[in-house]
């Protein structure tokens, strides 16, 4: 949190993150989840709580600070790109749904009016077109896209995912990067956790 605070990164609000500031009732979650949130609520300093409970459900573009801010034109035209970034889903944010299917996400597309709609939740990379038979991201397209997770990925690769746009050549490109998997287990090791509740956080 420190980091991402002194970075000023644009963040949304996460199904763990309204856990930990109280949105959620921890009961919501399972073990081990729910003695994690319980010992990070423990930890974390008023003003990194108080982050938390800022963080909004829903961010658009024209929201970011105008270094980071996507909502460029599209190459080419005058049609101004709207993308909404979102932990679940941008209809009813706060019930946490998993966009877990196409056709979730074509629902979801119908309801909005974003070009592009960032989401997380399933911790799985990928995109789905707004329109039935569209599988590339293609200029005109609309879509849903999870950039994918910085651990407990859940497609079996351990490797943080990330995902990077360029909206002037109007690509989206996927990428998976290693990160010290042993030396996260070995910190969880040290601040009292059993190596079994180590490897079910971090999927692996």
Known sequence: VDLVRKRGIPCVEGNH???VNGRMPVGHFREPNQSV????????????????QS???IL???CLPPTTNPA?????????????FVHSSPIEPEKWTYLNSAVKCRQVMEQ?????????????QGFVAAEL????????????????????????????GYAMLDLDAWTCDFHKIS?????TLDAYRSLGMDAATGRRLLHV
């Open 55 to 57: 963080l909004p459900l």
């Open 133 to 160: 038979g569209v599988f590339g991201f293609e200029k005109g397209e609309r879509y849903v896209v999870n950039p994918g997770a910085v651990g407990q990925n859940r497609d079996g690769d351990p490797r943080a």
């Open 17 to 19: 993150d309204a856990g």
């Open 60 to 62: 658009d573009a024209s």
């Open 179 to 183: 990160y010290p998997v042993q030396e």
């Open 72 to 84: 460029c034109r599209q190459a080419g035209t005058n049609t101004p790109t709207t993308i909404l």
């Open 112 to 124: 909005v009016d974003a070009d592009l709609v960032f989401v997380g939740h399933t911790h799985i």
């Open 37 to 52: 949130i319980q010992w990070t609520r423990d930890h974390l300093t008023p003003d990194n709580l108080a982050f938390l």
